[in-house]
């Protein structure tokens, strides 16, 4: 008896049930003829062990509490493949008792071994299903797709029918059970944490490895790549369960499509600040750059938004100088994505912080010019904030502080954020103008903004953005028409004395408007609008405290009250 594959596929059809009746006599059969065989005893004894396993897993089949678990589709073809499994070690059986066996010896042996380790795989599918809970319940639930009102057990039990059919049935069920894990995670967020916990999620990277089905590794990877963007707990199992080496490969390899949703999934993982060190590990930094370098719009920006989230490790830091990263990054702030030229600078301002070697690198690439034309060119703020931060690293070297120094525009630009950007902003151009050598001509193009800065002045947070103010306005101030113009205005003035008042608390740092008041004492229009504007007093109460500088004004103004005093009483 040799089954045919044309009796396994007519069995296809059968009934569970009645595919049963046919499998339970023989496997009593085997098991017991199994014991007086005499040639390959040891074999055999490993195969009737698995046998008696099956029988014990087919009995929990049959006796199953629900009258429905032979409807399961697995079933259909679990089922039959044993049968015709069986009939074979049933021949092999046959052969083997027989004396006068005389086929091939290693044969034979090989026979066994592939008949024996199938059992073991069908053994392992059957034991699988049992363990799902699956065929516990109605499969006319199971079988549908969770809408958004459907019971936490419901999305459950979909998740463990949905695994079992993936790892167990045949490629028409893998592909069904992806594209309905693809369904139900795109209707529904919060399901990626029962995945996450629910679902075998090895199997699932297991399926990106390049030797499996292609059609079937598309769609483990869009998978893959959901769970990474969609829920911290997904992200983390991917991870955990080795995601990243798969995820570069087939970053390297990948169709364009593929590359593009394993460049999602590289960038979403990466986020995660403690599993960015692993991309060195699996050496990903070479893949990385040449991604940039050769892939789509759409690869590129998420593959950039990976090493941004990098660049601040070491070892990456080290890949990518030998790798020649800089320049294809230099190259990104010309990209016509905006997202593109937002994770190129945030990246390069990374590099840029770590030390003289980066930036020189970076500017010797052109990578200042390009990112100075870049704040005229962004449209959101947060473009804007990257690429203001990229500049403001490179400007710790003394080239760069030159040059941004003599750029009238971009002294401009920046003063224009002071007055008109987010906080964010504001912080990084007051911080960047308070380190440059600014000319005059230049200190007068900026003078509009020193209300803004003595706004900034008041500002709590973030943590020395008051003192950088302070510095800057300092600055601007030592330009005599600008001190002039600051004097015209009484609300400017009122409003630095208002924030010396030691009633004030949301002003903490006194010392501030008094130096800047100081700077500026020295006209006598300023010293009488100081008076007029109640300064004495908070003085003196300052003074008393011994914050610096607060006596040395108040005398200077009690100077000029008294000249006033003198003043009125000669002209009485
Ligand atoms: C078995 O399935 C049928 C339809 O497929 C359903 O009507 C019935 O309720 C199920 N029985 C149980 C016990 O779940
Ligand atoms: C999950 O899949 C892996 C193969 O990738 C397998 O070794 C393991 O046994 C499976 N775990 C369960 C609980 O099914
Ligand atoms: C003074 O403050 C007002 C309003 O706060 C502002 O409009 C004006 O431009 C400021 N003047 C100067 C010279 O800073």
């Known amino acids: 008896m040799h089954p045919s594959s044309s009796t ?23 098991i017991v003829s199994s014991l007086s065989v005499k040639t390959f005893t040891g074999r055999w004894q490993t195969i009737r062990s698995r046998l008696t396993s099956l029988q014990t897993s087919l009995n929990s089949l049959t006796s199953s509490p629900s009258p429905n678990w032979s409807s399961n589709p697995l079933l259909l073809t679990l089922l039959p493949n044993l049968l015709s499994l069986l009939l074979r070690l049933h021949s092999l059986l046959t052969q083997c008792s027989s004396s006068s066996y005389s086929g091939g010896k290693l044969h034979m042996q090989s026979d066994l071994d592939i008949s024996s380790s199938s059992l073991s ?55 069904k059970a992806l594209e309905s894990l693809l369904q139900l995670l795109s209707s529904d967020e919060k399901s990626a ?13 297991h399926l ?33 369960a080795g995601a990243l080496g798969p995820l570069l490969r087939l970053l390297e390899v990948g169709s364009v499509a593929m590359k593009e949703k394993a460049a999602v999934a590289v960038e979403a993982i990466t986020a995660d600040l403690e599993n960015a060190w692993a991309i060195s590990a699996y050496g990903g930094v070479s893949v990385l750059v040449e991604a940039i370098r050769s892939g789509s719009p759409v690869t590129q920006s998420h593959t950039v938004g990976a090493i941004r989230n990098v660049a601040v490790v070491d070892d990456v830091r080290v890949a990518l100088a030998e790798e020649a990263g800089v320049p294809v990054l230099v190259q990104l702030l010309s990209s016509s994505s905006a997202a593109a030229q937002e994770k190129a600078s945030c990246a390069l301002a990374t590099l840029a912080e770590s030390g003289e070697y980066f930036r020189a690198l970076i500017v010797q690439e052109r990578g200042l010019q390009k990112l100075m034309r870049l704040i005229g060119e962004c449209s959101g703020s947060e473009a804007l904030e990257s690429v203001l931060r990229a500049i403001s690293s490179l400007s710790a070297s003394a080239q760069v502080s030159r040059t941004l120094s003599s750029s009238t525009a971009f002294i401009v630009q920046n003063g224009e954020l002071i007055k008109h950007g987010n906080l964010i902003l504001q912080h990084t151009a007051v911080s960047l103008l308070a380190k440059l050598s600014i000319s005059d001509g230049n200190k007068r193009a900026i003078s509009s903004c020193t209300s803004s800065l003595i706004k900034l002045m008041e500002s709590p947070k973030p943590v020395g953005l008051n003192e950088l103010a302070a510095k800057l306005l300092m600055e601007v101030l030592s ?4 001190r002039k113009d600051l004097v ?21 740092a006194k010392r ?28 003196l109460r300052l003074a008393e405290m011994d914050v610096t500088g607060a006596r040395k004004l108040a005398q200077r103004l009690a100077g000029s009250k008294i000249k006033s005093l003198f003043g009125r009483a000669w002209r009485a």
């Open 8 to 30: 396994a596929a007519a069995a296809t059809t059968e009934a569970p049930l009645s595919v049963l009746d046919q499998i339970n006599p023989i496997l009593s059969l085997l």
């Open 193 to 205: 944490g029962v995945v996450a916990r629910e679902g075998n999620i090895s199997y699932l990277i």
């Open 479 to 482: 330009v005599r028409s600008n």
């Open 488 to 508: 015209k205005d009484e609300k400017n003035i009122t409003r630095l004395v208002h924030m010396m008042d030691p009633a004030n608390e949301v002003v903490a």
């Open 512 to 539: 501030l408007p008094v130096t800047v008041l100081a700077a500026m004492s020295d006209s006598h229009g300023c010293r009488k609008r100081l008076l007029a504007a109640g300064a004495y007093p908070h003085l």
């Open 208 to 240: 990106l490895d390049l030797t499996g089905h292609y059609a079937i590794r598309e769609l483990a990877l869009s998978a893959v790549s959901v769970l990474a963007r969609c829920s911290e707990e997904s992200r983390k199992s991917i991870f955990e």
């Open 121 to 175: 795989d069908l053994l392992h599918s059957l034991d699988l299903l049992l363990r799902s809970g699956v065929l516990q319940v109605s499969n006319a639930i199971v079988l549908s797709q969770p809408g958004v009102s459907s019971s936490k057990e419901d999305v459950l039990l979909f998740v463990k029918d949905l695994f079992t059919r993936l790892q167990i049935g045949g490629v028409e069920f893998k592909r």
